[in-house]
Structures are given as C-alpha cells and as structure tokens.
C-alpha cells in the first residue's frame, strides 16, 4: 500500500487503526533504549578476559610498563595496529581509551598551534567545515564548539557527494576540512568507494593546510561480508597532499567502551609536530591497557576472530531491524532507507519534517530514540527527515517490542503529515 | 673545611685531589639514572596487586563500567578522593591516567574559552604566569607553550614569597596565575605554611580571572612525620575569591606511574564549565580503571597505609642522600640544601655558576642527573646554581655510589669556579 496514493477517508481510517495500535503500546509502559551506540551487556561478555590478571608488565622495547615513559605507545602496539589497518606502525601513535579525545584535542592543537608549518586556525579568521550529513552527532560538536561554520554536504551510497565537496573546497580558504567515517558511516552505514578516497587524496582546495579527520570507527566491524576501504595516506601522496588525513581508530567497539585502546596516525611530518604538543601534555598513556589488550587478543588475527564473535551478537539484532523496516515500509512512500553490511546503526528517512513527531511519539510511549536532527550539524536537520536506529543495545526481544512501536509511530507521523497536506 | 676561605694553593690540591677521584669514577664506566621521579622497581611491585583479575565492573552507582558514560568519574571515586583530600565529592572530576593531562587541557581550555564567564586568555592580549622556582619543569613548559611570560618568584621555606606574589599580581592584571605544589614542592621538599594558603586566597589580584594551578601531586606522599597543607578552597572562598583554585592531584606515584587515576577539583561553577568542554572532548575516562584502584586498595584508609610502605622503600633513600650531603658539604660554604620531609625529591643550591657544570661532570662519568636549570622557566636559571636530585629510581647501591660520584663533581665544580675567581 502506497500512503502517498490514498485519499483522506483512507487516511483518516489508517491514522485511526495506528492510533489505538500506539495507544495499546503506551499502555504497556515501555521503557527501551535505541539511542546510542552502546553494547549489549551479552556482547561486552565477550571481553571479560580482558579484565583477567595481567601475567607481563614488560613491553618487548624492555621498558617496565608500570612506569613512565613511551609517549607514542608500546611499539607492539603500534606494530599490532599497524598489521590490523595496513598502516605503518611508524605513523601510529596510541593514545588513551578514546578516539573522540585524540580528535578534540588534534582540533584544539590545530586551533592554537596550527597544523605544521601554519598558521594556528584560531588566528586565520573565519573558519568553515565540511560534514556529510547524516554523520555523527559528537564529530560535529567538536567543530561547533572550536567556532567552524559547518557546512552540509549529502551523502551518496558511495560517501560524501564528491562533487560538492570538490566544488566547495577548491574555492573557499576558509574551509579548512572534512569529517569522514569511511566504513560503514555512522549512522548509514555508507563505505567509501575506492574513486571517493581517491578523490579525497587528490582535489584541489583553496586552503592549504587542509585537513581530513579520518575516523576509522567500524574499520574492522563487518557483520555481513567484508566491505573494502581504500588507502587514504597512498590517496593523499598520490594527489600531492600527503600531510592531509588524520586517522583516527580505537578498540572502544570492539573490547570495552571507555577502557580500549585508541590511537592516531599521519605522516612523519605531522607526527613530529603532535608529539611536540604532546610531549607537553603528557608523559604518556595507560601502557598496561595496551599490554591487556596484547594479552586478552594477542594477533590481529586473534582480534579479527573476536569481531566474528561480536559480528554474531549484533547480526540477528541487524537482521531484525532489516526484516520490521522491510515488512512495514516497502512500498507506502512512507520511509527509505539502506541496508548497512556493518558497523552499528540503521539510519532511515521519513517523509520530510516527520522525523521529530516520529521520534517523539515513540518517547511518550517509552521507548528512547536517538534525538531526531542528532545526525545533522547544529542538531538540525534541515529536512527533519533522518532517524538513526542503534539497534545493539537492547536484547533482542526489546528490540523487537521497540522495532514495532517505532514502526508505528513511523507511519503514524507519516499519515498525519499526509492528511495534513491534502486538507490545506 | 670552609672552601672560601681556601688560598689558590689549597684549592689547586684540593682540586687535583678530586680530579684523581673523578677519574677512578669515570674509569668504572657507571651508567646511572637519577634524572627524573620514577619510583623504582621494588617500589611498584608493592602494586602489583592492582594487576590482579578485577572482580566487578558494576559501580555502586548501577552503571556497567565496562559501558560508556560516567564523564565526571564513579561517584564512589569521587567520594573515595574527598575523604582522602579532604574534598567535596561534588567539586571532583575524576579524569585518567594522567594529571599533567588535565592540567594542560584545562590551560588549553582556558586559552580557548576563557574561565567561566571571562573571555578567553588566547584573547586578552599579552599573558604573564607566576612560576615559583625552583619547580616543576613540566608546569613551566605548559606555560612557555601557551605562550605565557613567566616571571619567577623565589622560594621560601614556606612556600612562595608571598611579598613579591602579592605585590606582582595586585599590579598587573595580564599575570593570570601561579602554578603550585604546595606539599613538597618539586624539587625541594618545601612544604606551604597556613599562612602562605591563607595570603594565595586572600591577595587581590588585577586580574579578575587570577586561577591558581594547585598541583597537590604529593599529597599523602609523607615520609618522615605527615605535614599538614592548609584547605586552598576555603582560603580562596574566605579571601572572596571561590573561583580561584584548580586542584589537580593523582595515583601515579602511589600505584603505577602512567596507569594511574587522576582528578581535578574546583567549585560548582567551574566544574559545570569545565564539563561543558569535557562532554565534546570525550565519552568518559576509563572506568575499569578506577574499579581497579577501589579493588586493590578499597578505603582511604588502605591508600594512607600503602603509602606507609612505599615510605619504607624511599626513606632509606632520602637519608642516604641527607648523610652523604651533610658528610660532604657541611661546612664547606659550597652546597647549601633543605631536608625534606616528603615527596620525591631534593634539591641543592651550588655556588652561583656551578650547576651546569656539576651535572656535566656528572654525566660525563656516566650518572646522568636533571638537567642543570630544568627546574627554572625555560629551563634557565638566573644564578645556574640549582640542581635536582631524584633519589626514588635506583637500587640504594646505586644511589650509594651516584651521590659519592655528584659530590665529587660538585666539589670539582665549586673549587674550579673559586679557582677561577681567585685568579682572575
């Protein structure tokens, strides 16, 4: 049944019969969470062994690990990342349990010290910024909160529209860069293709102290098959803009949030110069948490294989959301979306300006959604349209109650919003 | 033997006589390490039982720790911290392994976004900091990054002299702070009387956002006797100056330095400040962590008297040290120093031009000691006269043959330099 086909009696009996279906649901006092990207308990489980007896407190470099020193990292840990991401161990730097921080403070860095060789941003004048949207909520507050005028551009099923964003970039100096998730993009779970990371590498920008925060949060969170992405730093020296990505990636999602592993990497150049701030801010990080981890996964191939455990948890919870979507919208107009092969989100599309009613209806009837326009800059989706499903957190058997109002309220505000235009 | 009054005779046999001891010294090929305060070995096998398999990851508060959330810190840490301090639990952020971190992103914070409700340092012109010296080298480099004219003010055997404190700060209102350590000050073991807290709190400031950086990093570090440290919160808050004090304190030289827990402190309105900035910087610090600290030493209680037998281990130390300098020095109008009752290190006063020297020599016979002006903004002490001594890393046979090796080369020094003056 296609909404957008029906006339007013039609939608005012369906607006009815979805009324006393969302009224039976409120009665019965939901309380669900889908609103961030959190484990399940089930799957933080699957690291309990990380919480055993460290048995070596010696890094292989012979350093004693308790104590100070090794600002960059264990160098079996940067070699370990290394191996995981196809990165060079010698452009890895491991910082604390969070990526997020590495990246607030590579932006504050940038904001008083400058990227190597210019001028600090915080003295350049006006600022602006590149944020293919639907994104994530916390990228986008660090760029509000240093002053960046933040600027929108859509995604494609292959990331960012590279037109727009080579079009925006090679005219204006003042912006200064661009916010990517290139595998399975929170919330849509969008991988870059290869000719998109090459283009990234090799567009033309106006400023020259472009930068590319390259967070690779999902990097290894494959759940159906295994998606590809392209060599960002081989894409940056091939254009000629070898200092321009940062990459970012941490353990956060694949042992414990808040007690992994994160790290950063760029070029040797870059890397000189964040370890000169460094140096200043700490006498290193937590050396025995990377032994844990060493220990509790002790190959990347070890830690590939504890993916497959987890990919297992949130599979069937993946395959849910896919099966309820598919079931309730395909056909009515009402709602489109893209089937994710990873990472940790749903994100759909509801007619426009329905996605604040939907994610409000579902709230009064108890069940919390990620806030709608969370996904936007500024919390603002122009079109109120986005709707970030996190589906991991909640047993299956919750999720499946909270997959069932949503999809009611879904439809409930898209009707609404249909009566509403044919009676104007 | 009082080397000024010694005649150009006796000082060339006496420096003869140490030149031939030196050079046994050097001949031994030593290869010591008293350059900075790392505990040694023995001393963090105490902790090793934080090491162990970590029994619960459930706070009191119900929170998974394993889980994201919790920026502020486990309340049972905070309230862990404040019975330990003597804080309010609800002043406390617990932050992670490191309090130089947080003591440089507050700075950064400060820079980009001013003290609550002031504009931000980065745009007030011209800033000038307060550095007692000698200190700690790594507070000055905070300052000389951000950019800071440092303007050092003596010490006294009761903390800063607080005549040129006062009469600075009440002038200039570009002077924005003082960095403290105000329980057996980095390096000489000075420990602030009542009455210096009382005048930090009290004194007018020209500048209306003046914070004192109150770096209370030896804290519960006693070893002979417990000194008492006057409350700076209540000094600032009598004084009409609440906002004034940033508290930072942390276990990274009670259980393992760099995995260790920190905290900073500050009044409700800083801390509602400083957490704003907090929530875009990170998700949380790590949780496990503190679970682990709350597991291997569970109260204050069990701290206090782990910090009891680390005393153990550094007080035969720090009295090898006091008996070798008052052997050598005594008398001798060469070397004046203060014994400290606490913390982790001394501190020794050459005559005026020695003390890079003395070090030289010193490394050059393989013992390598702080750099001669470390412990001054940019590492540049007016009379190069001050040297620190960390005692806390090597074995005690070690230290033994290291401190015989520094009084010959601070003799050596001291009787060249004299040599010198007599001649010229």
Known sequence: MNYLELGIGELEAEKSNLEKLYAKYKAMGLKLDMSRGKPASSQLDLSNGSLETLRTTRSVSGTDARNYGILDGLPEMRAYFGELLGLDPETIVVGGNSSLNLMFDMMAQLMLFGPAGYEPWGRQGRLKWLCPAPGYDRHFAITEKFGFEMIIVPMTPTGPDMNIVE???????????????????????????????????????????????????????????????????????????????????????????????????????????????????????????????????????????????????????????????SEAFEGTGLLSWQVPEGGYFYAVDTLDGCAKRTVALAADAGVKMTGAGATFPLKHDPRDRNIRIAPTYPPVAELDQAMDLFVICAKLAGVEKLLAEKKN
Chains 1, 2 share one sequence.
């Open 167 to 325: 079009s925006l970039a090679k005219d204006d100096p003042e912006i200064k860069g661009i916010w990517c998730v290139p595998l399975y993009s929170n919330p849509q779970g969008i991988c870059y293709s290869d000719e998109t990371v090459r283009r990234l590498g090799a567009m033309k920008t106006a400023a020259p102290d472009f930068r590319i925060f390259w967070d690779n949060a999902y990097g290894v969170h494959h759940i159906v098959g295994e998606k590809h992405l392209a060599d960002i730093f081989a894409a940056c020296k091939a254009g000629g803009n070898a200092n321009r990505p940062y990459y970012f990636f941490s353990t956060s999602k694949i042992t414990f949030p808040g007690a992994g592993v994160s790290i950063m990497a760029m070029t040797p150049e870059e890397r000189t110069w964040a370890l000169k701030r460094m140096t200043i801010q700490t006498i290193g990080h937590d050396k025995l948490n990377q032994l844990r981890l060493l220990q509790f996964l002790p190959t990347p191939a070890d830690l590939r294989n504890h993916m497959k455990k987890l990919a297992g948890e949130i599979a069937p919870k993946f395959d849910l959301v896919r099966k309820k979507l």
